[in-house]
């Protein structure tokens, strides 16, 4: 197969951003908030993203692989689970008495449909075609340099553009 997610891998992810979580913000919940972003990622991955082998490799791989055979339909599920995730965390403020305004949960949710139409642009075409890069090994699967650099504007994002709030 040509991917090269471990299953191994993910695990060390789990426990790297727990710790982070941890002890960079001396907080457990963060923490556990963290991992279960990572673990989330990684069931989303079985259903849309690619197949990752379960102990190296050249061992067995789990997931659908969606993302080589139907991009679409992957961006699809992504997006169902991005509104089913958005339903879920307002509903949850709404119960704990959080009111945010039109304004910041547009600026919220405007930050998820960027990731969506950020896939679409990417669904069939990579960067490297886009701007005729060469192609080289960066010692990781290409994938991770382009969701830390989407991951860095999400974050830009959210500390410039949405706007604060208070709780009574």
Do not use: C
Not at 119 to 133: K, P, Q, V
Not at 152 to 162: A, D, R, T
């Amino acid at each position: 197969m040509l991917y090269s997610h471990d299953l191994l891998p993910q695990i060390g992810w789990v426990v790297l951003i727990f710790l982070i979580g941890k002890f960079a913000f001396k907080d457990t919940k963060i923490g556990l908030a963290g991992a279960a972003l990572v673990i989330g990622h990684f069931v989303l991955d079985l259903f849309s993203g690619h197949p990752h082998h379960i102990f190296g490799a050249d061992t067995q791989t789990i997931g659908l692989g969606n993302y080589a055979t139907a991009a679409f339909l992957a961006i699809g599920i992504e997006a169902i689970f991005t509104v089913g995730v958005l339903w879920y965390f307002f509903r949850q403020e709404a119960k704990k008495g959080i009111q945010r305004t039109a304004q910041n949960k547009t600026a919220i949710i405007g930050l998820f449909v960027f990731g969506i139409v950020f896939m679409l642009t990417i669904a069939e075409t990579s960067f490297r075609e886009w701007l005729n890069l060469p192609a080289f090994n960066l010692g990781v699967n290409t994938n991770v340099p382009t969701l830390i650099l989407t991951y860095l504007g999400m974050i830009f994002y959210l500390n410039h553009f949405v706007p604060k709030f208070k709780v009574d």
